[in-house]
């Protein structure tokens, strides 16, 4: 006899408190970005009223206009971009071949190296910035994207390589045998029959490597004076004077940058779910 026949009333009482605190999670999470939304569609002088006179004032898209006319964030974007792709692709590969050996073969001090590669991943960033700082200025690599994809290499690699060693433990030993078997050599076993097989893994370590790069702000203040990438200009704006913020336009910046992600995780959300719970479970 389940609770709903026992005890309608205990039932119905723990379901509407469930969904009540659903609802206040949802808000919680939602509210901010749905203030931001509507700053973002509102003219400067309307962010001064009362909430009630604030929702329901016209709506305008100028704040839009103005950001993407702005010479600064259209490079922002760019450079964002070449930076968290960079970097995302850079740590795959590495990151790839580095758990395939983790994870396949038996060698003295493996587990040291993973407790190393998990105390790296967690490292505060502003405790490696100064010696950074000085190497990237003695490679030249100052105010660059090389550089600053060299630096986000630190918290990508490490993260990337944690998730997919768990990943290529749980993949069948059968299928590297039967391709050498066929005559395929290791990187052709890696490439032709393992990667397929470790898609979900690679989209998922992708996806939140790239989220991470898109995001980062610290390095890209520390690194870059000019080329710098869309956080560090959002930061940035001002208005016509020292004492004018443009929080319209700074909000319309913000979603712009949001936006993407969102809808990569949308696209992917599958693809995420099984490469996060892969290698969670053992059968």
Known sequence: ???????????????????????????????????AVLTSLRSPGDLFLQPAQFIAAETTFQNYTQVFANPNFQRGLLYSLIVA???????????SFAAYALGRFRFKGKQIIMYVILAVSVFPQIAVLSGLYTLISALGLYNNPVGLILTYLIFTIPFTVWVLTSFVRDIPGELEEAALVDGASPLQTLFLVLFPVMMPALVTTGLLAFINAWNEYLFALTFTSTNRTVPVVIANYSGAT??????GQIMAASIVVTIPLIILVLVFQRNIVSGLTAGAVKG
């Open 242 to 247: 020292q004492f004018d913020q443009p929080w």
């Open 85 to 95: 792709v960079g970097s995302v692709l850079i740590s795959l590969l590495i990151g």
């Open 1 to 35: 006899m389940n609770l709903k026949t026992k005890n309608p009333a205990l039932y119905y009482l723990q379901r509407a408190a469930f969904y009540l605190l659903v609802l206040v999670i949802a808000f919680y999470l939602l509210a901010p970005f749905f203030w």
